[in-house]
């Protein structure tokens, strides 16, 4: 095995760790070991959510806690709202941003929900072009495990996933699909999108 | 083609098939499905959807034959054999505790193994999203299917309430994420047809990692 740093990686990541002092997940270098470790933590997360018997609002707020955490919101909204976000201000890419996260943990909350009584399980872990993908198992009662993969990147300087797909599903092609969507709807208009957006899901 | 890949050159008469069967899911098969939910027992719906799995793996043995893998006809074969007689006719899944668990295919993915291309989108009525290859499949799979020529006719009635039971008790099972899509998205038609086309290449292992989305793909300044 290589050493955990080289010299110079280590400097930078001294440097990078003076200045980020709060980092939650104060990720190294990413590399299979740390992206499984990042899933295998959410996965944690979220099965301790399923099989704590509470009420769907407060899995939900739970669910939303973990995806804010876990996951690179700003590049999974900006992706949503794909060619639109160029005409996105900077206050209406911030709203987007807000509503989105909150909508996608009430809408994959939900369906996390229907994990109860099952779990998800990580299997392995792959590099794909500059990510890895964390594939998990899904079993639930009464039928076939399925795949659930996460793709995990340190764009942002800290492992994150970033996109998500259950059974060849992927999350940001399916909600650029939906929020474009409710903009066809709105005759383009942002403002009015991101209020609809606050009840959706 | 669009961004995601979908062909979808009959899109008013598929949007038009599409507001039908939204309206005959509405009005009969989510009730329907509800009711049956309440009425009868988990373990009696996994038993209907094991028999009617069970009557399916005939034809997956023919299809994978076809494809030229024998292991998965082998597969099927063992399948129909243990649970027709184990699973007693097939409401036990006798051969997934043993380790041989379902695969199922169909004539649409021996056409792709064959080289056929996924054509154009279609939804068919009652039946649902599919494509001109995959449609063509389910013609076929209905002549080929080695129990039509074996059952007679008093057989195949009991045969076809099975299939509509289980497709009821597929509509209940995933009921909440079924509602999700047809009735809280924005156009359930395109977000069908996009669940659809990603599952289906999923299944039939055409997703590639060329098509995976890049971390890097789009500025994220402000969001």
């Given at each position: 095995?290589?050493?955990l740093?080289?010299?110079?990686?280590?400097?930078?990541?001294?440097?990078?760790?003076?200045?980020?002092p709060?980092?939650?997940?104060?990720?190294?270098?990413?590399?299979?070991?740390?992206?499984?470790?990042?899933?295998?933590?959410?996965?944690?997360?979220?099965?301790?959510?399923?099989?704590?018997?509470?009420?769907?609002?407060?899995?939900?707020?739970?669910?939303?806690?973990?995806?804010?955490?876990?996951?690179?919101?700003?590049?999974?909204?900006?992706?949503?709202?794909?060619?639109d976000?160029?005409?996105?201000?900077?206050?209406?890419?911030?709203?987007?941003?807000t509503?989105?996260?909150?909508y996608?943990?009430?809408?994959?909350?939900?369906?996390?929900?229907?994990?109860?009584?099952?779990?998800?399980?990580?299997?392995?872990?792959?590099k794909?072009?500059?990510?890895?993908?964390?594939?998990?198992?899904?079993?639930?009662?009464?039928?076939?495990?399925?795949?659930?993969?996460?793709?995990v990147?340190?764009?942002?300087?800290?492992?994150?996933?970033?996109?998500?797909?259950?059974?060849?599903?992927?999350?940001?092609?399916?909600?650029?699909?939906?929020?474009?969507?409710?903009?066809?709807?709105?005759?383009?208009n942002?403002?009015?999108?991101?209020?609809?957006?606050?009840k959706?899901? | 083609?669009?961004?995601?890949?979908?062909?979808?050159?009959?899109?008013?008469?598929?949007?038009?098939?599409?507001?039908?069967?939204?309206?005959?899911?509405?009005?009969?098969?989510?009730p329907?499905?509800?009711?049956?939910?309440?009425?009868?027992?988990?373990?009696?719906?996994?038993?209907?959807?094991?028999?009617?799995?069970?009557?399916?793996?005939?034809?997956?043995?023919?299809?994978?034959?076809?494809?030229?893998?024998l292991?998965?006809?082998?597969?099927a074969?063992?399948?129909?054999?243990?649970?027709?007689?184990?699973?007693?006719?097939?409401?036990?899944?006798v051969?997934?505790?043993?380790?041989?668990?379902?695969?199922?295919?169909?004539?649409?993915?021996?056409?792709?193994?064959?080289?056929?291309?996924?054509?154009?989108?279609?939804?068919?009525?009652v039946l649902?999203?599919?494509?001109?290859?995959?449609?063509?499949?389910?013609?076929?799979?209905?002549?080929?299917?080695?129990?039509?020529?074996?059952?007679?006719?008093d057989?195949?009635?009991?045969?076809?309430?099975?299939?509509?039971?289980?497709?009821?008790?597929?509509?209940?099972?995933?009921?909440?994420?079924?509602?999700?899509?047809?009735?809280?998205s924005?156009?359930?038609?395109?977000q069908?047809?996009?669940?659809?086309?990603?599952?289906?290449?999923?299944?039939?292992?055409?997703?590639?990692?060329d098509?995976?989305?890049?971390?890097?793909?789009?500025?994220?300044e402000?969001?």
């Open positions: 095995m290589a050493p740093f080289s010299r110079r990686s280590f400097i930078a990541t001294a440097s990078a760790t003076a200045l980020m709060a980092l939650p997940t104060a990720a190294f270098a990413l590399n299979e070991a740390t992206a499984k470790g990042l899933v295998e933590k959410l996965v944690q997360e979220i099965n301790k959510v399923i099989a704590s018997g509470k009420s769907e609002t407060a899995m939900i707020g739970d669910f939303e806690r973990i995806f804010k955490r876990y996951s690179d919101t700003s590049y999974i909204a900006a992706y949503a709202m794909g060619v976000g160029r005409r996105a201000s900077g206050a209406q890419k911030k709203a987007f941003s509503a989105f996260t909150a996608v943990a009430r809408k994959y909350g939900k369906r996390f929900r229907e994990f109860i009584g099952g779990r998800l399980e990580v299997q392995s872990v792959k794909v072009k500059s990510f890895y993908q964390v594939r998990t198992i899904a079993y639930l009662k009464g039928e076939s495990p399925f795949e659930v993969d996460f793709h990147s340190d764009r942002t300087g800290k492992d994150l996933f970033f996109n998500l797909y259950i059974e060849g599903i992927n999350m940001l092609l399916t909600e650029r699909e939906e929020i474009g969507a409710m903009l066809d709807r709105r005759k383009g942002i403002d009015q999108m991101i209020t609809d957006l606050k959706a899901g | 083609m669009s961004d995601a890949g979908v062909y979808d050159p009959h899109e008013p008469t598929n949007r038009a098939v599409h507001r039908f069967n939204v309206g005959l899911d509405r009005a009969v098969l989510r329907v499905s509800k009711g049956y939910d309440a009425v009868v027992p988990d373990g009696v719906q996994t038993m209907v959807g094991n028999a009617s799995d069970n009557l399916g793996e005939p034809s997956n043995l023919v299809n994978r034959t076809l494809q030229g893998d292991r998965g006809a082998g597969v074969l063992y399948r129909f054999v243990v649970n027709s007689t184990v699973g007693l006719g097939g409401i036990y899944d051969a997934a505790e043993f380790g041989v668990t379902a695969d199922d295919t169909d004539f649409g993915e021996t056409l792709h193994t064959w080289g056929g291309g996924e054509g154009a989108y279609v939804e068919l009525p649902g999203p599919s494509t001109t290859r995959d449609a063509t499949g389910r013609v076929v799979d209905a002549v080929l299917n080695p129990l039509s020529t074996v059952m007679n006719s057989q195949k009635t009991p045969r076809t309430s099975l299939k509509v039971a289980d497709r009821v008790g597929s509509r209940a099972r995933y009921g909440d994420t079924l509602d999700s899509v047809l009735y809280e924005t156009d359930s038609y395109s069908t047809q996009l669940l659809y086309l990603q599952n289906r290449r999923f299944e039939l292992g055409i997703e590639n990692e098509s995976y989305i890049d971390p890097t793909e789009i500025d994220t402000g969001f």
